[in-house]
């Protein structure tokens, strides 16, 4: 059963909008957000803001989901953690609120991929230095990244808290109990939040089918290994073996897909059939092809 939640994100939307200092702060998209949303909850956990670096620019410059959705989904899955009693109940309402910030997001950019938004390939030499001369000519305030940030803000954080208040009137229902994510996550060895944060990636993001949740679960618990391993050091963002190794690997399992709904074949319409679908076996060598990875 969720624990009563007691207070609320005071005036969300009328609170100081200072996302584009922030962004310049933080570097990424991806921190970027999780800090507003962390910061909004009372709750900062910087070294997990940072471990999300990787996963700006649609994973790890891929172009699939922008990280300001990674950022976003994982803050509010740290709140989900704390509001619930139970793991799989946490787990559940953090895909749900991940859905609801996708479908904010989306309503207002058309679309979740960074690719698609940004017209830039941003795994290529030339689509970098691309997007880097026009982000210079337009000014870092008026760049297409920063100009959505701002205005997704107010939203994005009334998304989360709208997520988070999903009706619990079944709580004697248990939750589903299988999550693609979270079992990267605890193949890994991850603490008990950790499975919890990275839940709403599964089934691509919010069960949207997009760039693979597990992936970017492992991608995440790996930075963060390292910035463990290397307090006071920078992730190397660029030149990084380990995530660039792992996502060749995952390729290869795949046949060259990332999206959720391709590598499974089907979109999931609710966590009930992730879940079942995960029961049955699927994705079973994905998930333990990622979870080597990471040790």
């Known amino acids: ?39 909004a909850y009372k709750h900062r956990e910087p070294m997990h803001e940072r471990a999300l670096d990787p996963l700006a620019g649609g994973i790890f410059r891929e172009g699939h989901q922008c990280g300001m959705l990674w950022g976003a989904c994982l803050a509010t899955a740290a ?50 230095l691309k997007f880097m001369i026009e ?12 100009m959505i940030a701002e205005k997704w803000t107010p939203k994005a954080l009334e998304a989360s808290e709208r997520g988070l208040q999903k009706d619990d009137g079944d709580a004697d229902v248990e939750p589903p109990a299988y999550n693609c994510a979270a079992l990267v996550a605890s193949q890994w060895g991850a603490t008990d939040e950790e499975t919890v944060l990275v839940a709403g990636f599964a089934g691509g993001l919010g069960l949207s089918g997009k760039g693979c949740g597990a992936l970017a679960a492992a991608i995440w618990l790996r930075s ?59 994705c079973q060598n994905l998930i333990e ?7």
């Open 289 to 295: 092809c990622l979870g080597n990875r990471l040790n």
């Open 224 to 282: 963060l290994k390292w910035l463990k391993e290397h307090p006071g050091e920078e992730l190397p963002m660029f030149r990084f073996p380990a995530i660039s190794n792992m996502i060749a690997e995952f390729k290869k399992e795949t046949g060259g897909r990332m999206r959720c709904a391709e590598i499974c074949s089907r979109h999931f319409a609710s966590a009930q059939e992730h879940s079942d679908f995960i029961l049955q076996g699927g």
């Open 1 to 39: 059963m969720r624990r009563k939640f007691i207070g609320s994100l005071v005036a969300m939307s009328s609170a100081p909008n200072d996302t584009k200092t922030l962004f310049k702060n933080c570097g990424t998209c991806s921190q970027t957000f999780a800090h507003l949303v962390n910061r």
């Open 135 to 146: 982000t210079m000519v337009k000014g870092m305030d008026n760049s297409t990244c920063f």
């Open 79 to 128: 709140e989900a953690y704390r509001r619930c009693e139970s793991l799989n109940e946490a787990r559940a309402l953090a895909l749900h609120a991940s859905a609801e910030l996708i479908a904010s997001f989306e309503d207002q950019n058309h679309s979740i991929a960074c690719r698609e938004i940004t017209g830039v390939k941003m795994n290529s030499f030339f689509g970098l």
